[in-house]
Every structure is written in C-alpha cells, then in structure tokens.
C-alpha cells in the first residue's frame, strides 16, 4: 500500500500552497467516472472548502488533523482512488463539514467507470473524535500511520454530516485490518451525524468506536459485512434506520443485521456500549424460495458484556433472529441494565440461539416475549406472506429483485399493516437525561416508516449506474 507519510517541511509547503493539485486523469492508470478535471486530494489538508463546481480525488490516505477543518458544499462528488485505497480520516481535533440537502447530497464515491464499480474500491469515511471509549489509546482499524481516538468529552464535535452518500467503500487495507463504508470512533454528541446512506460496503456498513454521537436516517444497502456495528462502549442514540441486504454477498466472518459488543475481548470493564436504537428496518436476505449465502447469520447479534438497548424495530430475513452469545449478555437484560422490547423478529429457520454459556435458547425467547416482542421462525413459517402483514413491501426486498435491477429510488412506505402503529416510548431508556431530547415519540409506527419515506430524493439505490 502506498503510504501518505509527510514531514514538518512538507507540510508547511502544503500550508502555503494549499493541499491540492489540478490533473486532468488520476494516476497509475486509473480512469475517473468521466473525463472531468479531477482536484486531487493527498496527505494533509489545511483548512478549506470544496467546490460543488469541480470533482475531488482522494489519493491515499488523506488526513484532516487536529485544528483542520475541511468543508464541502452541498452537491459535491469525492472520489476514492481505487489504486492507492483512497480514505478520507478526519483525526481527533480535525472537523468534516459535509452538509448537503435532500435536492443536492455529497456524495463520496468510486473513482471507477460506470458498471466497473464495486465494493471496496477505496478506503471509506473514517471520523475519530475525543469523546470516551473503554480501551486506552485505542488506533482505529485499517489506517497507518496509526491514529489514536477517543478522550474524556463525550460533547465533543467532529464537525457535521448530513445528507451524505457513502459507495463501494471499506477495504482491507493491511492484513486484518479494514475500514467499513464509514468508521466513527470516539466521535462525541456534539458532531450531527444525519441522512446518511452508504451502499455497497466492502466490510461494515457503519461502525461505531465507543464515543456518544447521536444519528438519525441512517441508511445500509448491499453491504457486505454488518450493517450497524456498535462497540467499544458507544453511548449514543439511534432512530430511523434502514438496511437492505443482498442474498449471495456476504462475509465468511459472519454477516449480521445489528452486531453489537462491548469490547473484543470480553472483559468487565465500567462503561459498557449501552446505545440505545428506536425504529429501525432491518431487511435481511431471505424471502420464501430463494437462495442466499451461508455466511449470513444473525438479524441480532449481542455479545461480549453489550448493555445496548433496542426498540420499536423490525428485523426480517436472516436465519437466526437473535443470538446471545456469552453469559454476560442475558443478565444484562434480565437484571434491567438494558432492554430489548417492542420488536418482530422473524427469521428463517431459527428464533433464538444461545451461542457460547450456560444460558439455553428458550432463556433468550423467554426474555423477548416477557418484553412485548414478537418473535417467529420456522419451515411451517411463510415468510412473504407475513412481510406483507406487516405492511412491508416485498418488492424491496434485494431477494425479488436478485436477478434484475434494484431500483435507484425504491419507495419503502408503510400505511398500513402491522408495522404502521403500535410503537412505545414510555420505556425508562426514553426517559434518561442523555437520550429524551434526541427520540421523535411522537411517531406512532414501528421500524423506520410511517407513510412517509425520508429516503426519497437524497438516496440512489442503483450507485452502479450513476455518471457522476
């Protein structure tokens, strides 16, 4: 991998100069979505903005340091270099502020022609912040020279996103080390983090490194690994999420809905990653009759010490609804520590497993139907039908349309069915301090949909076929 390294020197020739440079085509035999003049984007960026008027390359990794902030206009198009793994890292102290609108989103992207792109042809979105995480100086995964995130100030702000796309983004960059669509770690309350869709992934969707950032409108299609990938002790909130799964692409480490820890390792530790999620869809890969990977596992997957509560969400189409994976899961939610409530869950083929410990798959069913959620799975369980009962729309599911185009501009709306009432916010959750003002309790449907669709207008479903 060719490295960005840069010298004290170096760096004030950027300052003085600015951080970019004009070339007609990238290099090394890379060619641009279109033969538009690309601003190349390399080492480290001073303080500036980019245009809506031009088109950006990132080349390597490319660093917004402490005391950087860089801004992009509404509209703007970045593309990642495949050759040189392109990845934008805003570092402890930098700030991205990358606000579009619902009529003109930023829009991060392949480098590649149209039809030649696929996952993991750059390096993706990686935002590090100052907020607490439960690891000492922990470096965030996939970038070297390493950068270390996290801190003491869970207000902390690492600048604004909203309306941004991420595409065919997370990459394997060293062995054992990879980067997903976009990587947060440490990133503190006091960064927005709204309307965004990152399609295509070459590992997770959106993961978070501890920190207390709050979102809302998150979107994960076509991703490869996790859709929504939470450890390291992430204290934020969550509402109005969307994930839609493609059937034959999946990770060999196991592809999940949620997959949600408390650190790697299973140590007892004083802050666990007690997020709480409220109105998610999470679309998995199965429908009546078709095929899918066998590396697809968990629509929930909790494990190792996790405290994270989840509600008034629907979670279809994977083999297995929830799993629990350690003795230090289940007490959790049994005690009162954390909860999971006011959720369908239905699956393939089974309604719980138990993974490692003393705990038994009925102990897990146990706790969801004592907390008001609906759990179904089985080969006597007609999954389309009760899709549609719920008042989803089969045909946005990835498994109707293997063999055909997925639509750029799908509508996911639900007016009727089970979804379209029946949501609750009067768990205790709702009520802590840190979390009351983020949740809309107003909204009466559960998953992410009422009858009106918040993706319509900012998300494309069909990247592939985008000239940008």
């Given at each position: 991998?060719?490295?960005?390294?840069?010298?004290?020197?170096?760096?004030?020739?950027?300052?003085?100069?600015?951080?970019?440079?004009k070339k007609d085509q990238p290099g090394g035999g890379d060619k641009p979505a279109d033969s538009t003049e690309i601003v190349q984007l390399s080492g480290e960026?001073?303080?500036?903005?980019?245009?809506?008027?031009?088109?950006?390359?990132?080349?390597?990794?490319?660093?917004?340091?402490?005391?950087?902030?860089?801004?992009?206009?509404?509209?703007?198009?970045?593309?990642?270099?495949?050759?040189?793994?392109?990845?934008?890292?805003?570092?402890?102290?930098?700030?991205?502020?990358?606000?579009?609108?619902?009529?003109?989103?930023?829009?991060?992207?392949?480098?590649?022609?149209?039809?030649?792109?696929?996952?993991?042809?750059?390096?993706?979105?990686?935002?590090?912040?100052?907020?607490?995480?439960?690891?000492?100086?922990?470096?965030?995964?996939?970038?070297?020279?390493?950068?270390?995130?996290?801190?003491?100030?869970?207000?902390?702000?690492?600048?604004?996103?909203?309306?941004?796309?991420?595409?065919?983004?997370?990459?394997?960059?060293?062995?054992?080390?990879?980067?997903?669509?976009?990587?947060?770690?440490?990133?503190?309350?006091?960064?927005?983090?709204?309307?965004?869709?990152?399609?295509?992934?070459?590992?997770?969707?959106?993961?978070?490194?501890?920190?207390?950032?709050?979102?809302?409108?998150?979107?994960?299609?076509?991703?490869?690994?996790?859709?929504?990938?939470?450890?390291?002790?992430?204290?934020?909130?969550?509402?109005?999420?969307?994930?839609?799964?493609?059937?034959?692409?999946?990770?060999?480490?196991?592809?999940?809905?949620?997959?949600?820890?408390?650190?790697?390792?299973?140590?007892?530790?004083?802050?666990?990653?007690?997020?709480?999620?409220?109105?998610?869809?999470?679309?998995?890969?199965?429908?009546?009759?078709?095929?899918?990977?066998?590396?697809?596992?968990?629509?929930?997957?909790?494990?190792?010490?996790?405290?994270?509560?989840?509600?008034?969400?629907?979670?279809?189409?994977?083999?297995?609804?929830?799993?629990m994976n350690q003795n230090t899961v289940l007490p959790n939610y049994q005690n009162g520590d954390a909860q999971v409530a006011n959720n369908i869950f239905y699956?393939?083929?089974?309604?719980t497993v138990s993974g490692n410990g003393d705990f038994t798959a009925d102990d897990i069913l146990n706790y969801l139907t004592a907390n008001e959620n609906i759990?179904?799975?089985?080969?006597?369980?007609?999954?389309?039908?009760?899709?549609?009962?719920?008042?989803?729309?089969?045909?946005?599911?990835?498994?109707?349309?293997?063999?055909?185009?997925?639509?750029?501009?799908?509508?996911?709306?639900?007016?009727?069915?089970?979804?379209?009432?029946?949501?609750?916010?009067?768990?205790?959750?709702?009520?802590?301090?840190?979390?009351?003002?983020?949740?809309?309790?107003?909204?009466?449907?559960?998953?992410?949909?009422?009858?009106?669709?918040?993706?319509?207008?900012?998300?494309?479903?069909?990247?592939?076929?985008?000239?940008?």
């Amino acid at each position: 991998m060719k490295k960005q390294l840069i010298s004290v020197a170096a760096l004030a020739t950027i300052l003085l100069a600015a951080s970019c440079k004009k070339k007609d085509q990238p290099g090394g035999g890379d060619k641009p979505a279109d033969s538009t003049e690309i601003v190349q984007l390399s080492g480290e960026l001073s303080s500036q903005t980019l245009s809506k008027d031009k088109k950006y390359m990132l080349v390597g990794q490319v660093f917004v340091r402490d005391g950087q902030t860089l801004t992009i206009e509404p509209g703007t198009v970045i593309l990642g270099e495949k050759k040189s793994k392109g990845t934008l890292v805003i570092d402890r102290g930098g700030k991205l502020m990358a606000n579009g609108t619902a009529s003109e989103p930023i829009v991060f992207t392949s480098n590649q022609e149209v039809g030649d792109r696929d996952r993991g042809d750059w390096g993706g979105l990686v935002i590090l912040g100052k907020a607490k995480v439960n690891i000492p100086n922990p470096s965030i995964e996939g970038i070297e020279p390493a950068v270390v995130y996290g801190g003491n100030d869970d207000g902390d702000n690492s600048g604004s996103l909203q309306y941004v796309r991420v595409e065919f983004a997370g990459i394997e960059l060293t062995p054992n080390n990879e980067t997903n669509g976009i990587t947060l770690g440490g990133v503190g309350s006091g960064t927005k983090f709204e309307n965004i869709q990152v399609s295509y992934g070459g590992d997770d969707g959106i993961e978070w490194f501890g920190g207390a950032v709050n979102g809302k409108y998150l979107v994960v299609f076509g991703t490869w690994d996790d859709c929504f990938d939470i450890d390291n002790g992430f204290s934020g909130n969550l509402q109005f999420g969307l994930s839609v799964r493609y059937p034959s692409y999946a990770d060999q480490s196991d592809s999940n809905g949620f997959e949600w820890d408390t650190n790697g390792t299973n140590e007892a530790t004083d802050r666990p990653t007690t997020a709480t999620v409220s109105n998610f869809t999470i679309l998995g890969p199965s429908l009546d009759g078709n095929s899918y990977s066998g590396n697809y596992k968990y629509g929930m997957d909790l494990r190792r010490r996790v405290a994270a509560n989840l509600f008034n969400s629907v979670v279809v189409g994977f083999p297995t609804a929830v799993r629990m994976n350690q003795n230090t899961v289940l007490p959790n939610y049994q005690n009162g520590d954390a909860q999971v409530a006011n959720n369908i869950f239905y699956a393939k083929t089974n309604k719980t497993v138990s993974g490692n410990g003393d705990f038994t798959a009925d102990d897990i069913l146990n706790y969801l139907t004592a907390n008001e959620n609906i759990v179904e799975a089985g080969s006597d369980f007609q999954v389309t039908a009760a899709y549609t009962a719920l008042g989803l729309n089969t045909s946005q599911f990835f498994g109707k349309t293997i063999n055909t185009k997925y639509p750029a501009h799908p509508n996911f709306a639900v007016t009727g069915g089970t979804l379209a009432s029946g949501a609750k916010f009067t768990y205790a959750a709702f009520s802590q301090a840190n979390r009351s003002a983020h949740f809309d309790k107003t909204v009466a449907f559960r998953g992410a949909f009422g009858s009106q669709d918040w993706t319509q207008g900012w998300t494309n479903f069909d990247p592939i076929n985008v000239k940008y």
